[in-house]
């Protein structure tokens, strides 16, 4: 998405073409990162209970150990349907990052230049995914711990292993999102860069008041 606009233009037909490529090339890039880094990371997370993402989000690298092997009990078949759920919705609030994107980049093709509206919005997600995720995960927890009561046995050990791949899980899954919303965020602003006059205006006026932090960009008068 970055290097569709790394040679931005002047001409207008030209930056409706990059428009469509970048949406198009944003779409590849969704289903790519998911199926390469989100889907399989989360498996590592919750069986393992360990992950170590990369810095730069768009270069992660998981370091995986071999799962722990756990003897097989009554838990299991409740556990998998649980957190077959839980990677369900986490998908689902992945896929909505996605269309919340092409929307914004759709708009700036349409002459939609509220940009600080939309960015805005990012920021509510943050906060909204990290509060919606760890939701689930109390309830992904106190089903399972329901369930174990009925049966018989202890599974106090079982249960406190589950728990924790579920805690390391919610937490890395929160820190991944928000550096993907923010990731997200660095790519429109360039396109907004490119396309809305005097952008860089409102990017200072959000930056005085303490957003954008991790945007940093150059004009033709600072280069």
């Keep these: 998405v970055g290097n569709s606009w790394s040679n931005g233009r002047d001409d207008v037909e030209n930056v409706i073409s990059q428009l469509v490529n970048t949406v198009n090339e944003l779409e590849a890039t969704a289903n790519s990162l998911w199926e390469d880094i989100f889907n399989p990371a989360f498996d590592t997370m919750i069986q393992n209970g360990q992950l170590l993402p990369n810095d730069q989000l768009n270069a992660i690298n998981y370091i995986m150990d071999q799962p722990r092997t756990i003897s097989k009990n009554l838990l299991i078949e ?11 919705n986490v998908h689902h609030l992945y896929e909505f990052l996605f269309v ?30 990290g509060k919606q995720i760890n939701e689930w995960a109390v309830e992904t927890k106190h089903e399972l711990e329901m369930h174990a009561n009925t049966i018989q046995g202890d599974w106090l050990h079982i249960l406190s292993q589950y728990n924790q791949n579920i805690d390391v899980t919610v937490k890395t899954l929160v820190t991944i999102f928000q550096q993907l919303i923010e990731n997200l965020m660095t790519h429109y602003l360039k ?3 490119t396309v809305v006059p005097n952008a860089v205006n ?9 957003l954008l932090s991790f945007f940093h960009y150059q004009t033709e008068n600072n280069k």
């Design 78 to 88: 409740k556990y998998g349907q649980l957190i077959a759920r839980l990677k369900s």
């Design 100 to 129: 919340m994107q092409r929307e914004a980049l759709i708009g700036l093709g349409k002459g939609e230049y509220n940009f600080d509206e939309k960015i805005r919005a990012f920021y509510d997600k943050i906060a909204a995914f």
């Design 191 to 193: 396109v907004v860069l």
């Design 202 to 210: 409102g990017i200072e006026n959000m930056k005085r008041q303490g």
